[in-house]
Structure formats: C-alpha cells, structure tokens
C-alpha cells in the first residue's frame, strides 16, 4: 500500500466545537443572554429587548417531567428483559459497575427539548449585518473581532467609533446553543431594502465532520424601510434543564454582567421592564473617598519591568444579617463595562483577621486597560483572567491587597460602632460591668464575644438577653455567672454579681484555647460541607457526613447545646426510646436495600436531651445540603415533636418541653415551587414563643462564625504572649 506524503495539511473544524465552545461554556440561560445582550452593544444598539415566556416554558417543562415519569415503568420493565436475554458483558462497562447497588440515573428527561412553539426572543437595534458580514464576520468561529481582516488594524472601538468593544474572540454567537437547539437569526442592515434570515441547526452542525462544509440556507425578506436596522436572534428547542430560571434570577445575572454603563446610552429590557441591579444596604465602603463621593476611586498597579496599570475599585459591606452567598463574595473585575472575571476572593485567606467579614464583602474593580494591551488577558467564560503571568498576577496581588486593607478598616468600623451601641444600652452596660469582673484571662475573649453577638443582633434584641449568659459559659467561667447573668432586669444585682464574680476560678489558657480549636475545626467542617452542597444541589449526598457533624458539635445549632448532648445514663436511655418510638435516627435507615435514597423518609432525625434540664427535649431533623427545604419537611419535624410529647405524657405520665430545628438548604428567593413557598410563609408567620424553627444551613454558619471566630483569635494571641 502506498504512502501518501502530502505537503501540506488542512484543519477542519469539526462540529463537536460546538459542545465545547457553546453547550458547556453557556450551561445557563442567564450566561447566554449576557453574551447575546453584550453582542447588542458592540453593534451600537441603544437598546436591547428580551422576551421569555416564562409561563410557558414552566407548563413545558413539567409536561416533559410528566412524559417521562409516564414512560419510566414501561422503560424499567422493557430493559429487564432485554437483560435476561443478552449475554452478560465485561463489568466495567456495565451500568451496575458504575453504580455500584444503586440505580442507575434515568437522564432522559435532559435529551428532549420543549415544543417548537415555545421561544425566546432578543431583540436590538443596532447596526445590523448584510449577507457579506454575515459570511465574513458572524459565522467564522473564533474569529478575532478586533483585528480588522484587510489592514490588520486594533479595533478596539465599536463601528460606529462610540464604544469600547465587549466582544473579543466572536464566540458569542454560539451561547444559544447552551439552552437552544437552533438558533434563528433575523438581521438588517441600514440601507438595505431586505432582512437576511438563517438558522443554526445544532443536530445538524454537531455531527458535521468539518463545519466549513455545512450550507445554511439563507432566505430575504422584502422590508423597504431602508432607515431601519437591527438583530433578533430567536432560540427554539429549549433545553428544559437550561431554561428554568425565573425573571429575578435572569435580571440578577445580567446586571452583575455590566457595570458603569449610562443607562442614556444602552438599555436592557426583559419581558418589558429595565433591568436595574436590586437595591443594597451597605453598612461600610472602602475607601473613605469612595464613601464620601458614592464612586469609585482612581488607583494603580505596580507590574515589576512593565510599568503600572491603572484601574478604579471601591469595596463596599453588606449590613449584618445581609450577607452574600458563597459565590457572590469578593472582587468583581470589569473590563469595558462587562464582567472579566469574578466574583472571587483570589488570595485572601480565611485565617486573616475579620475573615468573617468576607462574607458581606463586594469589591467593585474596573480594569479597562486590561483588556486594551493588545494581549488576551481575559478567559473566554469570563469567569477568571489568564493566570501565571506577570501582569495578572500583579492585578490579582494588588486587588487581594485592597480587600485585606479594606477587612481590617471595616473591622475598626465594626468594633467601634458596637461599642457605642453597648455604651447606649442599659442591658449593654450590666454585661460590660460583668465582664470587667471576670478573671483576667477571661475578658478580652468574653468581650470580644459580647460585642460580636450585639453586632449581629442589636443590644436591644432578645437574642442578645438570650445568649449573653452564653458568653462566659463558652470560656468555662461556670455556673456562678450563668446564674447572675439571668437575674441582669434587675439594676440592684450588679453589687451582687461584683461580689460573687471573684468567687469563680481563674480560666486555663490551654483548655479554653483547646475549645475554641476544637469549635474552628467545626465552622470550617460546616463550611465545607455547604459549599459541596451547593456543588451538588438538588442531587443526593452527604446527609451522613451532616448529622454526624451535628451530633459531634451540636453548639453549631445553638450555642447553649455546648455541652448538653446528655451523658446521663437514663436520660440517655430514655432518648435512644424516643427515637425508637418516632422511628428515626438509627431506627430509620435511610438507604432502601436497592441502594436507593428513599425520599419518602427523612433524612436525618435525631433527638438530644439535657442532663441540666431533663424535662427538655430537642428534635433536631436535617436534610442534606443538596435539596432546598419544603413545608412537607416541617410538617414532618411537628408530628415528631408532637409524638414525643404524647409517650412522655401517656408513657412516662410527665411534662416535657418538646424543641423542635428544622435545618437545611433554604429555598431560593425567587422559588416558584409551591411547597417551598408555603415553607417560607410559614416562617414569616412564626411567632416569637413557637417551639419550632427553621434554621439554614448558611445562617448556622454566619452565626457560629460571628459567635466564635472573635473568641478563637483571642485566645491564639493569648497564647502567642504568654
């Protein structure tokens, strides 16, 4: 056979560039329209205008659930048979394999679309493309759009010379087939008498062997009114699991996409209504010029044998109890008024002073020159710039700085403020007299506790009354002071709390710094355990891992829970029964013998009693991270609590105070779920003396951080001057 030795080679571009460059870099439907909204302002468009029929997607969407949930047990039965008839195959290429006992995932619901009549529309009125600029610039993939084809010249400004330009590698265009399976285009240029029509058909160009060779078929629509211009792009074929986003979602995304652009000049509508990014206390903002001015501030980076970078930045801090999610915290990068990368923290570490004040932190960072040098500094998601360079890593460096800087004012911020509230405050001022008693050793980390907890309650709120007495108990101080602290309504106690204060013994370094060691190895195991949650959210998982972590530091749920999970032999005995008797923890395995998850059941059960208290008993029920928290969820937790109040009264012919903590993912804002609505409804209702509570897994970890993270850093010092 002969040999063929060509002189040269050609590259064919194959159609499963699509799936890399479009399906999986625009999983979202917000992501895609931010592409689709930043393609508008490049052609100078005024404006942009998005239409999606919600409602109808979310009709189409549960038709599609109910077609599959239809056909699941003909699907079942079919492949059970095709099994007892086929040969058995090699073991890793079996489902069973793969799985281990478990079933195997029934992914069909994602390899359908929803009708063809159900679109979304976005409209602009820029410029417009002519059939040459649809050929020569729209469908070339990676087509560099700032280099013009004939001189080779730097585009770095809109055709119509007014803007900075988004757009960068012309990838854009294919974003629609992250949620769409075609993608219409209608475009018009001004001055012609004619609309260019096509479409892009992903079940045609994916499995093109070279795209290049792909005709698309073009059609014209007569339209005379030459003044008129503009681009609709029309997204048919949903993907039901891309486009189930709500309109607060949506517009949440695509503000957070641009910054700084004069509303005058460019407009994003959706559904009719301008986009606005939603309306945010601050309680801090860094620098004070930013604060003064309500702008952000001139500053520059040093690049080592490069020169320096300017950019404009300000941070600014959420009021307490408003804090950010996860992935909503840091530094937001923009270039040319469109989001380069972020939100992130970059560099800074959790062990920092104030680290807990990442979590309402929101740094605001405009870099146009950034992306003006002529060099690629930008990921194409736009979620991260090129790392392991100089210049990066200077930005990077220089923007982790400022957020350092800004932590450690926002803690002065933060320390002064409250000390004038607890100064203001009758309640405030009997527990600093109370704390200045204390042995030597245990003021500053009472303190510290003390001003953390008015911080994130107020000095006037219940929970401040109600965990005060908790802050010398958390470093061992005893009984002594728990009990006068009770009696602080009482101005005429004071003298006698001075007076027994110098009863209690002085606090061991080494076993309080070993606590609250003890108790950071927690937050950071919580932490953990939440950011996988939403890693794999609405998925099965960890539940295990959750409870274990609760029932080894159940002070996560509340602090007074520190050393109350009961060592009484019969107090312990009577819990184990209780269990028992609700059937749950132990008593309720949560695994069918399929190795399936059983939804029917709950999750996580387990019941604590207090040896210091035994007439008081807490249900505590967890549901993973994974899956947000419904009314059916507390309905379940009140049948418990009210089972065990019925055997304490009818077995045990007692009285006891049943608690009940419902704790896990909380619903999304925007849900439209009707469980999870009525979920939220219901604790907006919850009166002050209910015996239930539904507490998030996010708000457990905001309020063991701000409970002890203060606590923890003293001690360390503590130990480092001795």
Same mark, same amino acid.
């Given at each position: ?40 302002? *490049? ?72 009708? *063809? ?187 080592? *044998? ?94 982790s700085d400022l957020m350092k800087a800004s932590l450690a004012a926002h803690s002065k911020h933060r320390d002064s403020k409250v000390n004038e509230e607890i100064k203001q405050t009758a309640n405030g001022k009997m527990m600093s007299q109370i704390i200045d008693n204390l042995p030597t050793r245990s003021r500053a980390p009472a303190g510290k506790l003390l001003k953390t907890i008015a911080l994130r309650y107020g000095t006037d709120s219940v929970e401040f009354n109600e965990l005060a007495p908790l802050v010398v108990q958390s470093v061992n101080a005893g009984e002594t002071l728990i009990r006068l602290i009770e009696l602080q309504t009482d101005p005429q106690t004071i003298n006698r709390v001075a007076v027994e204060l110098k009863e209690l013994a002085e606090i061991e370094r080494s076993d309080s710094l070993k606590l609250y060691r003890g108790r950071k190895n927690g937050i950071i195991a919580l932490r953990k355990l939440i950011e996988r ?122 009285? &006891? ?53 203060? &606590? ?11």
């Amino acid at each position: 056979m002969t040999k063929e030795k060509p002189a040269a080679f050609q590259m064919a571009i194959q159609g499963g560039m699509l799936e890399a460059l479009g399906i999986n870099m625009y999983t979202t439907l917000g992501k895609c329209l931010v592409e689709f909204a930043a393609n508008a302002y *490049d052609s100078d468009a005024p404006k942009v205008e998005i239409f999606i029929p919600f409602d109808e997607i979310d009709k189409g969407r549960t038709e599609l659930k109910a077609l599959v949930k239809a056909t699941k047990a003909n699907t079942k039965i079919a492949a059970a048979k095709q099994s007892e008839s086929e040969p058995v195959i090699a073991a890793t290429s079996t489902g069973a394999d793969l799985f281990g006992s478990m079933a195997v995932p029934d992914l069909s619901m994602f390899k359908l679309t929803l009708a *063809d009549s159900i679109d979304i529309r976005i409209k602009d009125y820029g410029h417009g493309m002519s059939p040459r600029d649809v050929a020569e610039k729209f469908l070339p993939i990676n087509r560099h759009r700032r280099i013009d084809t004939v001189g080779a010249e730097t585009l770095l400004k809109s055709e119509g010379g007014k803007r900075a330009v988004m757009g960068r590698k012309g990838l854009g265009k294919l974003a629609g087939f992250g949620i769409a399976e075609k993608v219409s285009i209608e475009t018009k240029r001004k001055g012609d008498s004619f609309i260019t029509i096509f479409e892009l058909d992903a079940s045609v160009l994916s499995n093109a062997p070279n795209l290049s060779e792909i005709p698309i078929p073009a059609k014209y629509v007569d339209d005379f009114d030459v003044d008129r211009s503009g681009t609709t792009i029309i997204l048919r074929c949903l993907k039901p699991d891309a486009v189930k986003s709500s309109v607060d979602k949506i517009s949440a995304t695509l503000a957070e996409a641009f910054y700084g652009i004069d509303k005058a000049d460019f407009l994003v509508n959706l559904n009719g209504v301008e986009i606005e990014a939603p309306a945010v206390e601050y309680d801090f903002i860094y620098p004070s010029d930013a604060a003064k001015t309500g702008d952000l501030v001139e500053d520059f980076v040093n690049i080592p *044998d490069i020169g320096t970078l300017p950019i404009k930045y300000a941070v600014k801090f959420r009021k307490p109890g408003q804090h950010l999610a996860a992935g909503k915290r840091g530094a937001r990068i923009y270039c040319n008024k469109r989001l380069a990368a972020g939100p992130s923290l970059f560099k800074l570490g959790t062990g920092m002073h104030n680290f807990h004040g990442q979590d309402y932190l929101e740094c605001i960072v405009v870099a146009d020159t950034l992306d003006q040098l002529g060099v690629d500094f930008v990921n194409t998601n736009r979620s991260q710039l090129r790392e392991d360079n100089d210049v990066v890593e200077a930005v990077l460096g220089h923007i982790s700085d400022l957020m350092k800087a800004s932590l450690a004012a926002h803690s002065k911020h933060r320390d002064s403020k409250v000390n004038e509230e607890i100064k203001q405050t009758a309640n405030g001022k009997m527990m600093s007299q109370i704390i200045d008693n204390l042995p030597t050793r245990s003021r500053a980390p009472a303190g510290k506790l003390l001003k953390t907890i008015a911080l994130r309650y107020g000095t006037d709120s219940v929970e401040f009354n109600e965990l005060a007495p908790l802050v010398v108990q958390s470093v061992n101080a005893g009984e002594t002071l728990i009990r006068l602290i009770e009696l602080q309504t009482d101005p005429q106690t004071i003298n006698r709390v001075a007076v027994e204060l110098k009863e209690l013994a002085e606090i061991e370094r080494s076993d309080s710094l070993k606590l609250y060691r003890g108790r950071k190895n927690g937050i950071i195991a919580l932490r953990k355990l939440i950011e996988r949650g939403e890693e794999l959210w609405k998925k099965k998982g960890i539940e295990v891992e959750l409870q274990q972590l609760f029932k080894d530091d159940p002070w996560l749920i509340k602090p007074e829970y520190s050393h109350y999970l009961t060592s009484d032999q019969s107090l312990n005995t009577l819990a184990t029964k209780l269990a028992k008797t609700i059937g749950v923890d132990k008593f309720a395995p949560i695994v069918d013998p399929d190795g399936s998850i059983d939804a029917e059941r709950p999750d996580l059960v387990f019941v604590m009693s207090d040896s210091a208290s035994p007439h008081v008993f807490t249900i505590v029920e967890l549901k993973s991270p994974t899956i947000p928290l419904s009314f059916a969820h507390l309905t379940q937790l009140k049948k418990y609590m009210r089972k065990i109040e019925a055997f304490i009264s009818t077995e045990l012919n007692g009285v &006891a105070k049943v608690n009940g903590y419902l704790i896990g993912a909380m619903p999304e804002a925007d849900t439209r779920n009707d469980d999870e609505l009525m979920l939220l409804a219901d604790i907006k209702k919850r009166a002050s003396n209910e015996q239930w509570e539904v507490i998030g897994l996010e708000q457990v970890l905001d309020r063991a951080q701000q409970i002890h993270s203060d &606590a923890i850093e003293s001690f360390e010092k503590d130990e480092l001057a001795a």
